[in-house]
Nanobody
Framework: QVQLVESGGGLVQAGGSLRLSCAAS????????MGWFRQAPGKEREFVSAITSNLGRTEYADSVKGRFTVSRDNAKKMVYLHMHSLKPEDTALYYCAVKRNSGDWSRPGSYDYWGQGTQVTVSS
């Protein structure tokens, strides 16, 4: 059983930056793909970014490319989402998730475990 705990969310003005962290415990961290998703009120959960374990391959949603960067520290079992040039439309509850097997990186259904989320609010 894998537990995930996100932190680092908060209120920031448009154009600002935040760094989200996700701490994993239990289970195996190496060899997994870690993903970040977000969900705004009244909207479906959407893919933000993902990173593989061994090669550190990354993927980003078009809406965040060039502004967000995902990274991970396998020794510490941590995943980070560095967010820059934040926009009001980035406001959402941000979740990290772990995917152990094959499957579309961008689909929430491909992920096995989820954290509780951390709120990011960007004011205009």
């Amino acid at each position: 059983q894998v537990q995930l705990v996100e932190s680092g969310g908060g209120l920031v003005q448009a154009g600002g930056s935040l760094r989200l962290s996700c701490a994993a415990s239990g289970g195996t961290f190496s060899g997994t793909t870690m993903g970040w998703f977000r969900q705004a009120p009244g909207k479906e959960r959407e893919f933000v970014s993902a990173i593989t374990s061994n090669l550190g391959r990354t993927e980003y949603a078009d809406s965040v490319k060039g502004r967000f960067t995902v990274s991970r520290d396998n020794a510490k079992k941590m995943v980070y989402l560095h967010m820059h040039s934040l926009k009001p439309e980035d406001t959402a509850l941000y979740y990290c998730a772990v995917k152990r097997n094959s499957g579309d990186w961008s689909r929430p259904g491909s992920y096995d475990y989820w954290g509780q989320g951390t709120q990011v609010t960007v004011s205009s």
